[in-house]
């Protein structure tokens, strides 16, 4: 997705989103608050959108949401300030350059936004960054298929992206090129097996990325 697009796609989803978008992905984010509830300690969500993820995340959790989009952040402090969440601090961010010292969270979570943001190697290289030796990143996204009928359904979407906001044709491999990560697991999840869990940890010897 172009640079110049997001802030116009996301103003015009920020009303609707959590009606839409949002209803359809909340297993996968369910599912990664659950994960990352169990590991506690400090967590980065980056691209926290409208904030769907927030309630679902333990008090005892130091959580920092960042996004790029104001009208996304807004909704999501509306939030945070109508269930007084006191556990959570939001700012407005480019995810290509994290303003967080190295290795200082515990875990880095992007939800849904890795096929949305430009340049997205650079954005997980940031959260590899910023992730603690031994910590984990977890990212919940579409990832494109080789072969099959949505195969055909995503590369025919691609076009589209600047529109929806959202890069069907999106491999796996763009978010796997930081070496100090390794896979932990990887799993598909409803609906119809178009959404990815994928847990990435840091490598202990990891100090900062050259």
Not at 2 to 30: C, L, M, S
Not at 82 to 107: K, Q, S, Y
Not at 141 to 166: I, Q, T, V, Y
Request: glycine residues 8%; charged residues 25%; neutral net charge.
């Amino acid at each position: 997705m172009k640079p110049e697009a997001v802030e116009t796609v996301y103003a015009r989803w920020a009303p609707i989103y959590d009606r839409t978008f949002g209803a359809i992905t909340n297993v996968g984010r369910r599912r990664a608050s659950d994960y990352i509830n169990a590991r506690g300690g400090r967590l980065l969500e980056v691209g926290v959108g409208t904030g769907l993820a927030l309630p679902h995340y333990s008090p005892a959790l130091s959580v920092t949401g960042v996004d790029y989009s104001q009208d996304m952040l807004a909704k999501a402090q509306d939030r945070v300030d109508a269930l007084g969440l006191g556990n959570v601090e939001l700012t407005r961010m480019d995810a290509r350059a994290l303003e967080f010292p190295d290795n200082h969270f515990d875990t880095v979570a992007a939800m849904h936004i890795v096929s949305v943001v430009p340049e997205p190697e650079k954005v997980v290289a940031e959260m590899a960054r910023v992730c603690k030796p031994g910590g984990e990143v977890v990212i919940v996204n579409h990832f494109s298929r080789d072969k099959g009928a949505l195969a055909m359904l995503e590369r025919l979407a691609a076009p589209l992206e600047n529109m929806l906001g959202w890069h069907s044709d999106f491999p796996m491999e763009r978010v796997l090129g930081s070496s100090c990560l390794k896979v932990v697991s990887e799993d598909r999840f409803p609906p119809l097996g178009m959404m990815t869990f994928l847990v990435l940890r840091k490598e202990a010897g990891s100090l900062r990325l050259s």
